[in-house]
């Protein structure tokens, strides 16, 4: 079997910011992007329903580590890519539909 690996990582911290969250995941599905990326979002710690957003989006990949603040939740989603682009949003960022064609046509 031939596993394809994503060519995009989009990268996305969050702490404590489900709605936002969930709202920056939404744009993220809209993207017009015909190659294989995926979204890495880094739970760094939430107390509040940031879990119960990340299950909701299943193609997501969801990693939970202790609160060590969005540098350290952008190094684990690095470490967490095999992308051979990885972009970086935040919690509260909608990403226009165009974003990631854009980045790969740079």
Known sequence: MTRTWP???????????????????????AQDYAGPWQAIVVDDGSTDATPDVMRAFPGVVHVQQANRGPAAARNRGIRESYADIIAFTDDDCLAPANWLSRLADG
């Open 7 to 29: 060519s995009i990582s989009v990268v996305i911290p969050t702490y404590n910011r489900a709605s936002t969250l969930r709202r920056c995941l939404e744009a993220l599905a």
